[in-house]
Structure formats: C-alpha cells, structure tokens
C-alpha cells in the first residue's frame, strides 16, 4: 500500500520517477506549420480495420474533404489535410516498418487551404446517442494518445456494467511530451465540450479530469470552466510514471483496479485523452474532420524545438526541417522516450495518433554493457503491474515463452518500460517482453 | 568508410535510462566495507590488513583467470570479486594463516561464483562458500581467537598469520598470553556464553569492544556502513531488517522461557557476525529471493536459523550455516511468494 495515498495524495503503488524534460517546450505555445509540398496519408491509422480511398489519381480535392471512408464501424473516415491533387494511391513507408497503402497528395501552392465549408452545422444537443455517436465516427477521431482506438467504439459500452465514470487523462506522464499541456492550457472551452458530448454517448453521470500535480497552471486554468452542478471536476495526481496508464489513473483517482485481460469498461468506467476530447469538441458540432493535430517536437540537437500545430501526413523530414534540426547521429521517436515507437526513415509520415517527434542523441541509452541479472529486486519495486521482470527477464533469455505467460502474468505487460529505465545490468527487458509475446501469438496461432 | 562501420542497430522503447551499472553499486559496496576494514586493522593490526589484502587479491586474481581460462573478457573491474574477497576476510579470525585465506578466496570464486557462471547465477554467497570451505578444513585456525587492541599489533604479526604453506600455524595460546590485557581466555563472546554461561555486556557488543572475527565486531559501525549503502539505494533494507527481526523474535521466545538459562534477544542482535551478516552478507542481491513477501521469509528463516543452531548446534557461530541454507532455499521460497498483480481476478486466487 501506497503511504501517499494515505495522506489523500492520489497515486498508485511502484513506479518510478523519471527526468521529464518538459520545460524545454511546455511553455511554447502552439504555432501552426506551413503546409508540407507533399502530403502522405495513409490507410490504415486506426486500430481496427483500415479505411477505404475514394479518390482516384489526377482528382483535385479540398483540404476537410473525405479521401477514405470508414470500412464498417471499427473502422474512421480519413479526409484530405490539404487542398491538392492526388498524386498516387500507392505503397509507402511506413513508421511501423512495413508498406502500407496511402494516398499522396501534392500540395496546391495558390489555393487559399481553406477548410471546406459544411452546410449542416451539428447542434450536439439535440442528437440522439447514436446519431451522436455516428457523427463522432465521421469527424475520423481515434484515441490520440498513442492508442488510435477509434473513438465512438469506445463510446458505444457494450459491457454490462453501466458507465459511472467518464476519467479524461490529462496525465501526460512521458517525458519531453508538452502536447497534452497545451491543449489544456489552449483549448479549455473545446475539452469541456468534448467531455460533455462523450457523456452524454456514454451516459455516464460524472467526469473525472485527471492532471499530475507537475502542472498546476492547468489546474488552474481550467477551474473556472468547470459546470457548477459538479458533474465534471478535476483532480491533481501525483507526477509519477506511467501515471498516464489508464489501469494507473483508475487507481490514482478511484482506486478501482481494472481486471487483468479486461477492459476498463468492465468496471463502469471510460478512459479518454484529453487532446481526444478537445477534438471532439472543436469538430462534432461543426460536423468537420480530423486533419490536423498539435504535435511536440523536442529532443537533441533542434534549434527550434516547440509545440506546432500540423497537418496529418506531412513527412518527418518536413517537419524536422521546421524545428532545426542540425543533423548528426540521432534516433528518430515518434511518441515519447518510454513508449514511442521508432522510425526507420525521414520520409514516414505522421499520422493521427501521433503526439510527438522526439530526436535523441546524447540522451539516448547506449546498449553496449548488457551484464547478467543480479537481482536487485528494482524492477520489482518499479513495476506498475507488480510483476516479476526480473524472473520473467530470466526465463526469457531462456526461451521459456510459455511459462512467462502462463506462471508470470506476461500478458499483463503493457511495455511501459520502467523495468529497464531502472535495470542497473542494462538488460533491455521489454523488448526480450515483446519478443516473448511475439512467439506467444504464433504458438496460439499454431494450436487454433 | 569500411563496410563494417555501417551498422543498424535495432532498438524499441524505452529509449531513455537512469539506473547506477552493476560495477557502481559494487564499487559503493567496496566503499562502505573500507570503514570496516579500517577498524579491524585498527583493532587488530597488521595481521588484519595481510588478512584483508590476501583473500581480496586471491578472490580478484581467481576471477580473472578463470575469465581467461573461458576466453571472456575480465570481470574484476566489476569489483564484485573485491567484494566477496573483502568480505571473506571479514569473517576470518585476525590471525588466520595467510595461505589458508588464500586458498578460501579462491575457493569463494571458483566454487562459489565462477563454477556457477559467474556474477547473477551463483546460488549461494561466495563469500560464505569460502568461509564454509575453510571452517571445514583447518578448523583448528578458524576457531583460534586473538585479543583486540594488543600492545604492538601495529608492529608484529600474530604468529599464526605468517604459516608457512601447507605447514600448521604456530600456536598463538603463548602470545596471547603476552599481550592481553586483562586475562584474556581466547574466546569470543559466543563461545563465553556457550561454554561457560558467561555473558557479555551488550554495550561492549555493539560498539565492538570484544574479540572476534576481523570485521564483524563493531554493530555500530556496520550499522552506519550499511545505512550509507541504503540511502545510495544499493542495498535492500528489507533483509537486514528482516534477519534481525527473525532473530530478536526466536531469541525472544526462549529467553522468555528461561532467562537463567538462554541469553537476551540484544545479545544475540548484537554479538558474534550476526550484525555484519544481515547487514552485508544475507542482502547479497543474487543469492536472496526477488520478492517482497520472499525477502521477508528468507530474513526472517535466517534470523530464526541462526538463534537454532547457536542455542541446541554444536558451533559457536551459525550464521554462516544459516545464510547458505537461506540461499538454497531461495528458489522454492520465490516459487511460492510471487507477487499479486494488479487487477488480478479472483478466479485465479481461488485456483492456487
């Protein structure tokens, strides 16, 4: 048990504290980036099934056009983030490693890029659940925090249990990442707004706005806003990571744990990002798509890091172009240093779930002294879950996937990657975590 | 640029990472055994300091031939060979034979550590290892006390410590007779309590005012050796903390039963290597369980073992016993004390 949380501080047990590096872009404000020449959409960003082009090459299209209808309902509409013509429906790089099917788009120089225009303006009120929910489909919304689940499935509980609470994570626990920040500094009225609209599809008579304690100003700030009738409140939680995880902030402000392998509609609770939400508000009531989203681009070696506001699709290259970036032997992260992903070539795109460019360099963990294990037991105090990496870290090197999973609960691994951050050995654990999940799905594969 | 310049070195989050190398906490552990060390030669003089300096050069010379036998890169920078030769020494009577703590420091890392794999796989502590080999070889030496502080222990050797090889040490039962202060018997304060119902004074226990191995005497000192290692966050509190608890509490019960005849829980805490080896020589991370509720068990199973062994067993010291049969035990211990993961189902409880 927690002894913070005994003195009313709202956390959970284990997890470390990190180097945040957020004051190196969390007081910049949003600025808006020039329009890439070349425009790279692809296909498939969402969780769920990719969606479909409807456009041909040669076809001119307006920026907030839709290029690509949703493909069932796990599935989100893509529009045009710019005004253009197409230039090929192809196969492209991608930052997940592979080629993927996108739309390329070159950009049009003497168009004015303005939004195209919608007649029907959508009063959010006076919907339905489910024509609401269906226009949260169409804006093209997917969880913005990294996750890129869409967004109206998750408003759409199908679980027995109703919602009680609607938990809106403004955690943002990673380091380096400001963007969270300044949506809740920037776009307060929209937030409140998105929180009002998916309460009201998921029917859920309370929201819970979730901040670590490192950023005051937006508790501050958003104060004011709030309703008076109390329905939607804010709380500040301990900066600690990975306070952002959705079974950590669950615990933090309810102390509700979310059941192993479930979902935290399970327990009567929905779980949404704040820059999510602010989306939602801004686009839902002009009944607009998601073209563009606010993007931190930090780390080594930029003179120019800061928080930008981007169309989706334009290219690494363009975008480190903008923030300065003075070159030299650098790992390229799209997300945060804990969880990001990594990207392969400056000419991937970013795409809608994408929160932030990170370059590393001198920050970056050198993998050159990997020593064995010698069970210091600081994984175990780090792990969020109350894992055993260092046992599973062991059986791993050995090859016994099948144990990990069934005797050492690898399954409830969701990567967050403190037990390397603190492995005094250097022994890169998740990824020897991933790879064991990796042969885990091939083997169930095999057996069904 | 050669061709072989041109590497892709594939990596996945994190990224980023704070945490001391396995040679520094080793290292901070050589630093905290130094004040130790220095006591011991200031209590026992240079037969302390050869001591010290013979099973710390043997431990460090054995590792590295055996990583040169193996065509591995040496690991002594690692410290941990410094570790355990420090800590042999430690556990040694001042006076013991040079050659014989030569030959426990190798016995420590060839068949304590290196016969294992080295550094992370060895079962038991190898240090005690060493110990255990030598108690059990030349256990005429290893029970063979000097008095503290003696007149000239700055300028002679206790006769024992230069033993030729192979030869048996001269007997030092004259000498001692010499240069003891006050009568002294040659016994520690465990075999007083044993043999002759004797009681030390608990004071004198825990500064370290007694006769004894070269660096368990002092309680005092070890205790602020170890608060350091635990404020750097290099050593797990939860084990000393748990051995002294185990102990207290068996120590507990049978002076409650019969005071006249079984000694108090603080002199038990307090003398023999007690003290020093819940500090330093239980907490060694390898050989100690992972878990929180297996830290607990194995400390208190230590503790518990110690207080056994001392009051029914036919040895003065049984820590050492204890700590090694803590160690094998650690694997079935971690088996059954696995942490309950967050959000673990109720189902799943029911089954085990």
Redesign the interface.
Known sequence: MNLLKLFGKKTFPHGIHLEEYKEETSAKATRRLPFAPEIIVPLAQNIGRPAKAIVFKGQHVTRGEVIAEADGFMSVPIHAPVTGTIKAVDLVKTAEGGKQLAIIITTSLNSGQHVLATDNVIDYEQLSREELIKAVQNTGIVGLGGAAFPSHVKMTSTADVPIHTLLVNGCECEPFLTTDHRVMLERIEQLIRGIHIAMKCLDAPKAIIGIEDNKLDVLQEIKPHLPSDGSITNEAVVTKYPQGAQKMLAYSLLGIEIPSGGRSSAVGLAIFNVATLAKIGLLVPENQGYIERIITITGDNLTNPGNYLAPIGTPLRFLLDHAGFMGGEASLILGGPMMGMPAHSLDVPITKATGAVLVLDERLTKHNDISPCIKCTRCLQACPINLNPSELGLLAAKRRYQEMEETYHLDDCFECGCCSYVCPSNIPLVQYFRIAKAFNRERHLQVD | MAKSDFKI?I????????????A??MRNVVYALLPLAAYSVYQFGISALALLLATTLSCMATEHFFCWMSGKKSTIL?ASAAVSGLLLAMTLPPGFPLWMAAIAGFTAIAMGKTLF?????NVFNPALVGRAFVQAAFPVSITTWTPELAVNRFVEFIPSTLALPFMKPAATAEWTAQVAVDGFSGATPLALMKFQGIMTDAYDLFIGNVAGSAGETSSLLILVCGAYLVYKNML?WRIPAAVIFGTVISAELFYFLDPSKYPSPAFMVFSGGLMFAAVFMASD??A?P???LG?FVFGFLVGALTVIIRLFGGLTEAVMYAILFGNAATPII?TYT????????KK?KEKS
């Open positions: 070195d990596r996945t989050s994190p990224y980023i990472r704070k945490a001391p190398t396995v520094q906490i690692d794999g080295g550094l992370g796989f797990d991370m390898v100690s992972v878990t929180p830290i971690e696995q942490p309950r993961i967050y959000g673990a189902r799943a």
